[in-house]
């Protein structure tokens, strides 16, 4: 997991900068998409990615996170892709699909597996390269989940350290890899002092949702947080009404989580560029004592992980 492809920032209506959401991983060679709004599948060919999508996670079926799934499935049987397209969502997710897969007339050539998770606490909910992916239920007006991709550790070889030895690569290092002590040419390597663990990286997405005490703990020490803030913070009331974070919110979560590094995105179209959000989430970070990287990235950005 080496980077993330923003390619929407919108929330509900979609504006001249400004795409419906969807996020774009390629794991281990896996095409994943959490959240695919209306025009995901330009904003996939704007950003010069592979449109053969593996797997859709979507956190809730608001039409801004979800208008976008028949479309990749149109596209996928047009290129005669072989799948399986792997839908999963909240609760309903089954229904939904099959009303798409009912209401347009497709091919009907691409397989496709679909999912329905609830998850009232952190769920293990797919196993993808590498790369376990972690949903949980969160408070939003329909049923909604946030997802978390959190990378192996990896244990590597330090090869400087062999080569000093005069250790020549070979297929018994592979044991050296796994962990176990291993004996060269009369020598005894030992794993522990050969190799070390390379942690690895972890993504969270929060949207839709309201501001919950307990959430943080989802995102805990997450290198990157993505999640919404589609109201100022002096529009509080709004976003208690239409179920939704402020700015204010979403830092206080980034800061009880100690995540590395915080991107807010879902704004309300009223935020015509990302400058005022943008002000007021550095001013706040700053007066919040709040540690981490904060930015508002714009559509097609690419988030280094
Ligand atoms: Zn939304
Ligand atoms: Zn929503």
Redesign the pocket.
């Known amino acids: 997991m080496d980077k993330a492809t923003v390619l929407g920032t919108a ?2 209506f979609p504006t001249k900068l400004r795409n419906h ?1 969807s996020i774009y991983l390629n794991l281990g060679g896996a095409k994943v998409l959490f959240d695919c709004g209306e025009g995901t599948q330009r904003q996939i060919r704007s950003a010069g990615l592979s449109p053969s999508v593996d797997f859709i996670f979507v956190t809730h079926w ?1 039409g ?2 979800s208008l976008g799934v028949g479309g990749i499935i149109q596209s996928l049987n047009m290129m005669k892709n072989e799948g399986p397209l792997t839908v999963m969502g909240p609760s309903g997710t089954n229904a939904s699909v099959k009303h798409i897969l009912d209401t347009y007339k497709f091919y009907k050539r691409l397989p496709i597996k679909i999912r329905s998770i609830d998850a009232k606490k952190e769920l293990l909910v797919k196993e993808i390269n590498g790369h376990n992916i972690y949903a949980i239920n969160v408070k939003h007006a329909v049923k909604c989940l946030g997802y978390k991709v959190k990378e192996n550790d990896v244990r590597n070889i330090r090869k400087d350290l062999l080569e000093k030895l005069g250790v020549k690569p070979g297929p018994q290092l592979k044991f050296l890899k796994a962990g176990k002590d291993i004996v060269v040419g009369g020598k005894k390597l030992k794993a522990s002092q050969f190799t070390y663990i390379k942690k690895g990286r972890s993504l969270v997405y929060l ?2 949702l309201v501001y919950e005490k307990n959430i943080y703990k989802f995102a805990k020490d997450a290198d990157v947080l993505i999640i ?1 803030s ?1 109201f100022s913070s002096n529009m509080q009331n709004q976003a208690k009404e239409f179920m939704h974070l402020t700015v204010k919110d979403a830092l206080t979560i980034a800061k009880q989580s100690c995540a590395g590094r915080v991107y807010l995105t ?1 704004l309300s179209q009223r935020y015509e560029n990302s400058g005022e959000i943008r002000k007021e989430a550095a001013d706040l970070a700053k007066s919040m004592g709040l540690k981490a990287e904060v930015a508002v990235p714009d559509d097609l950005s690419e988030i280094i992980i």
């Open positions: 929330s509900a959401p608001h801004d996170h949207t839709d919404e589609t879902h």
